[in-house]
């Protein structure tokens, strides 16, 4: 394993257990899923430049696209959340509540 690959993975696990232990805030989960999605974007990157296939060039730019859609749904959740609820803790988010 090369150093930039154990880089991407260890970057990857990171935000995974950021993701695990900090639940407590909806901002900081949607910064480790953030982290999450930029460390595939890169490794996805990585892949597709060592395989030299122009086949592959278009997965990256997907994954780009849907993790955009994906930060500012989870913005917008955030901004209603915070409206509504007056904070951000994920304990206000039971869909029993509603």
Do not use: K
């Not at 909806?26 to 480790?32: E, F, H, K, N």
């Amino acid at each position: 394993m090369t150093m930039l690959n154990s880089t991407i993975y260890s970057a990857f696990m990171i935000s995974l257990t950021g993701m695990a232990f900090h639940r407590s805030h909806l901002l900081s989960a949607l910064i480790c899923l953030e982290g999450m999605m930029l460390s595939i974007y890169v490794g996805l990157t990585l892949w597709c430049t060592l395989t030299e296939s122009m086949m592959l060039t278009l997965g990256p730019m997907m994954l780009l696209t849907l993790s955009a859609c994906e930060a500012s749904t989870g913005l917008a959740i955030l901004v209603a959340t915070t409206r509504t609820h007056g904070s951000d803790l994920m304990q206000n988010m039971n869909l029993l509540q509603c």
